[in-house]
């Protein structure tokens, strides 16, 4: 138990991204951090692993498609169709990856979390959806639903995190892009929780 709630030290994380992100996208990251140990701490996460994990969650995001691709299939990344489609979409598996390697996060959950942020993941556990729906609303985030989901993020995460994949689908969809299968999966294991209860 100890050592999977070992933490990484959030200063390293924190020079991690900066080194490898504008100071716009670097900006987001710490809104984003900000964002996600209050909404751990209103949900009874930790709000240190809820932190780091924000820290790193888009430290790869500025590199090209084809170093996406190149870097999944190096680390041994399963790579969907979709995914060869929008290569970008590959940004947090790669950032868990190389903060699994270059960093030395063990953690877990953070790492998951680090991955799952993009697209979401069917059974994610709350401090995956603490950066989920973290992302989505820091406080530069503006689109018309988001102070809606900014309330229902403080009383239910889950749902926030459904009501934020319906939004990004229905957004897709009127693009006529395709949405990832990840988060059609994680909308229906989410809604299933929700009749359920
Ligand atoms: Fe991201
Ligand atoms: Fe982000």
Same mark, same amino acid.
């Given at each position: 138990m100890e050592d999977r709630e070992k933490i990484y030290p959030a200063a390293d994380?924190?020079?991690?991204a900066r080194e490898r992100l504008s100071a716009k996208r670097?900006?987001?990251?710490?809104?984003?951090?900000?964002?996600a140990e209050d909404l751990a701490r209103a949900h009874g996460v930790d709000p240190g692993r809820a932190r780091l994990a924000a820290l790193l969650h888009d430290a790869a995001r500025e590199r090209s498609s084809e170093e996406f691709l190149g870097l999944a299939e190096d680390l041994g990344l399963g790579v969907r169709e979709s995914e060869r489609e929008s290569p970008?979409?590959?940004?947090g598996p790669v950032a868990a990856e190389l903060a699994r390697r270059e960093l030395g996060v063990e953690d877990d959950e953070v790492l998951e979390?680090?991955?799952?942020?993009?697209?979401?993941?069917?059974g994610m556990g709350p401090l995956s959806l603490v950066l989920y729906?973290?992302?989505?609303i820091e406080p530069?985030?503006?689109?018309p639903s988001v102070e809606n989901l900014r309330r229902l $993020?403080?009383?239910? *995460? @889950?749902?926030? $995190?459904?009501?934020? *994949? @319906?939004?990004?689908i229905a957004h897709n969809e009127e693009r006529g892009r395709p949405t990832h299968p990840a988060s059609i999966e994680t909308l229906g294991w989410l809604?299933?929780?929700?009749e359920g209860a």
């Open positions: 994380a924190d020079v991690f670097y900006g987001h990251t710490l809104r984003v951090a900000e964002t970008k979409l590959l940004h979390a680090i991955r799952a942020h993009t697209v979401g993941r069917p729906v973290a992302d989505k530069a985030r503006d689109y $993020a403080r009383c239910d *995460l @889950r749902a926030a $995190a459904a009501e934020s *994949l @319906r939004r990004s809604e299933e929780a929700e």
